[in-house]
């Protein structure tokens, strides 16, 4: 285990921010998770867990602890005639658990395939799409006091989950690191198939799902052709929530904009932010070294050598406009780091 002075950070995030943090160090057990909570490095500096680096927009040089998140390791609890039991540590790449359990004919986490990360920012994001999410399937929570070093399991409900939200992105911010996650998939047949994009990628390609693998290979496929790889242009996934508003706004709203998508959860309605985005004329623009995706308007875009700040100042500008336009708020998923 090795402390580094000085660390540049441009190839851990996917937006590929060129940043160095003060202090970097790799975990690959919890034994060295241990070990790092006692050195003075640790205790006299400011934080910060990374995993896949795929939900962090970095603004600035961090001057404080980068820890990179390298535990792995996928086990089988308990098996019986309905479902498995699984751990994975959080370290693990999370479609490749997708993929560890599809191969084995298990339902649950097909519908989330190739979100990037890693396995311990899925409860902390509380992931979600084409019509799942992890809440479903969550067990427990396995993690660490970083104050104490005291391990602590924590049951769905402590979770507090919610929209892309946690207890560990609110109450328990920075106060826990995640080391594993454990679920209960199922052994029986549990199609998640209601999602229109899922449907209508089915339909077209004449696809009979008789398998979760066929669902995961749909949805990656799917995914594969509305969002750009990281690896080609930097970028974080979706870079936005998307909105809730109760009924009466929503009818209001569509006294204006009657063709305004929409989707009800649970009593609220949910307004796709990329739609939002792309009515503001977003969608497809560039500024200086940064921009709107032109096939999804939630992504924004490292065209190259663009810092963190500058991606900062696009979503604001997108924010203001989507907010003197509709009257809606637009909050980032993701982790600003400042």
Known sequence: MKIHNNYNLSKLNTFGISVNAEFFIEIENENELNELLSTLEFKNNKKLFLGGGSNVLFTKDFDGMVILNKLKGIE????????????????E?????????VERGLWGIENLSLIPGTVGAAPMQNIGAYGAELTNVLENVEAFDISTGEKRIFNTEECKLGYRDSVFKNKLKDKYFISAITLRLSKKIKKNLA??????????????????????DAVA???????????VIGNAGSFFKNVFVEKPELKKLQEKYPLMPHFEEGGVVKIPAGWLIEQCGWKGKRVGNVGVHDRQALVLVNHGGAKGGEVLDLANKIIADVKEKFGLELVPEVNLIR
């Not at 496929?221 to 690896?231: E, M, N, T």
């Open 195 to 216: 999602y229109k994009a899922l449907t209508e990628y089915l339909a077209k390609n004449k696809i009979e799902v008789s398998n979760s693998k066929d669902v995961s």
């Open 76 to 91: 089988i609890l308990t098996d019986d005639a309905e479902s498995m039991v699984i751990r994975c540590m959080s370290g």
């Open 93 to 101: 790449i999370w479609h490749d658990l997708v993929i560890f359990t």
């Open 221 to 231: 496929d799917i995914r594969r052709s509305k969002l750009p790889d990281p690896k």
